[in-house]
């Protein structure tokens, strides 16, 4: 595994997943947050996540630029886990970044990659049509880079109620 990008719902267990396909490698553990603490339930989210992951991973925060990260820290003694793209995907819209080229950038960055990265993100295109323009948008922002993720990654997996389904 080089390339490995995990997708499903809410509460699916895609990150509990990644996780442990990370873990099961040798080298270093390294977790790529996206996520901001934008208020105190998410201040206290991220904690606790960081808790759970426990000593053998180190932590960096990125909420914008994934490319920069993935070209100053892959290895091949180290495995990178960014979790979780969808979260990047709402960062670079209320960043108002272009989501084409940031997206662009981190699939390039991913083809240079020189040790296993695992990428984690949200499918929220199988519910109903959102009944906002904002809500529309992020849906489709947020499917586009899956499907760019997707492509260029060597395996991907879909997660559903705990249950991986291999798609690639």
């Known amino acids: 595994m080089s390339l490995l990008f995990v997708l499903g719902g809410a509460r699916s267990g895609k990150s509990r ?3 442990k396909r990370a873990e099961a490698l040798p080298g270093e553990l390294l977790f790529v947050a996206t996520a901001q603490a934008l208020d105190h339930e998410m201040d206290s989210r991220i904690a606790r996540h960081r808790e759970e992951r426990g000593p053998r991973w180190r932590t960096i ?3 914008v630029d994934l490319a920069a ?4 820290e892959v290895r091949a003694d180290r495995v990178l886990l960014i979790d979780c ?3 990047w995907a709402s960062n670079l819209m209320f960043a108002d970044r272009d989501i084409d080229t940031a997206t662009g950038a981190l699939v390039a960055a991913l083809g240079e990659a020189q040790g296993p ?3 984690v993100a ?3 295109g199988l519910g109903i049509v ?3 323009a904002l809500a529309r948008r992020f849906r489709d922002v947020a499917g586009i880079v899956n499907q760019a993720v997707a492509a260029c990654v060597d395996e991907a997996v879909f997660m559903a109620a705990g ?6």
């Open 117 to 119: 990265v695992i990428l």
């Open 85 to 87: 793209l969808t979260l």
């Open 122 to 124: 949200n499918e929220v």
């Open 17 to 19: 997943y990644a996780l």
């Open 61 to 63: 925060e990125e909420p």
């Open 69 to 72: 990260v993935v070209r100053a």
């Open 130 to 132: 959102p009944d906002n």
């Open 163 to 168: 249950l991986p389904m291999r798609l690639k």
